[in-house]
């Protein structure tokens, strides 16, 4: 890797890396966030930018992975966070209070397929709860999940998220894709190929009676599209076998616009887990859907919710479901996104993100395109990635077909130019994102593409 300029300018953060490395396994707090030759350290950030602690200054794409909607320290934010941290005098109360209410409704209000909420402290613990909630209304104990698609980093759903490029069979393969994995949850899932109805639809048929739920990100990773009768086929087809249709939207949620993915594509699931942008950038998840599903969690007596009729299988039992968390629902968490969702709320401000999203785009495909490097950007929204290939990009092994070792080397050059993004990994803007700084952004990274081709 022509890295030698890497290596020169984040010299202290190899050093802090090494220091951390002796403490920390592999010097990462989370596996996704270590990269060859070793993490950029990061000393503070404003708007679009992040400065390293070599003083580098990078614009940042990475953003969070996603969740920093309005950039870095958005004023709006700062000070709803400050006021409310004066007025309510501690950081938790450990018992309800209104911004819990609050949040609910606004979700309820812009989310179709949500009557009830209950939050939880990220993405992970909102579609964990959402399967128990799947698992407990139809008494079954089987879950369906796209190959490549991701939902946390626990046992359940670490399966198939990764296929290798040497499983590139067209049918889904069943891996495990962490040490430490117990069989017993693999024999429990079934994995579906994305975007490929008619086997879809037929291993859904073969178990049509033992399948819970469906549990999908709408739009893959993202950015990879639904085909465009996907959706609403597979919602039909779930409402007819009795399965609970998850959409996870950690990702999309808030990003491709306030009613995320089931907004764009008028398809509305039984229960949406959502995370990321909610918690303006606080450790946030949330889970909606039907009244009947969700108050499964209930343990108030005397609330005469569920009637005769409606009451599924494992209702027999006098205790709930149990859900629980010492954080959940965290005042100063819930005052950030709902200050986040106040600026999202705003006249103009998706389609301003949509078009400077449009513009990196372009400008993108074009430099590339000017030096014969095959490519485009797919992407939906404010998150895409860049894909170089000329082939049509509609599961993920079309990305992982796509010339990944050209792309690990531009990521690196971008990175030199000062473009934050991790490796191989999708841009997401914010609304800091200005014309002015995605003209600064495609100067750099035409740097970036010369001294590759150099
Ligand atoms: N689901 C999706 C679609 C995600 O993208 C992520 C995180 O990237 C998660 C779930 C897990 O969320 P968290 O990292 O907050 O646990």
Sequence with gaps: M???????????????YREAARWIPGGVTANIKYFDPYPIVMDSASGTYLYDVDGNQYIDYNLCYGALILGHGNQSVIDAINQAFARIGTPIFGT???????????LVDMYPGIEKVRFTNS??????????LAMAWTGRKKLAKFEGHYHGSYDQVLISVNPQQRNLERHPVKTLDSLGLPDYYAENIVVLPFNEWDQTEEILHQHRHEIAAVIMEPIQGGFIPPDETFLKRLRELTHQYGMVLIFDEVKTGFRTGLSGAQGIYGVVPDLTALGKVLGGGFPVGAVGGWEEVMELCSPASGVDILTTEQQPPSLGQDQPLFHSGTYNGHPIVLTAGLATIQVLRKPGVYPQLEATTTQLRNGMEEILNRYGIACQTVGVGSIFNLVLSDLPVRRIQDVLESNLTLRRKLDTQLLNQGIFIKPLNRFSLSTAHTPEVIDETLERFELAVKSLVR
């Design 123 to 132: 993405g992970l613990e909102a579609t964990l709860l959402a399967i128990r």
């Design 2 to 16: 022509e890295n030698s300029s890497f290596l020169r300018k984040t010299a202290r953060s190899a050093q802090i």
């Design 96 to 106: 309800p209070h209104r911004l819990e209410t609050e949040m609910a409704r606004v």
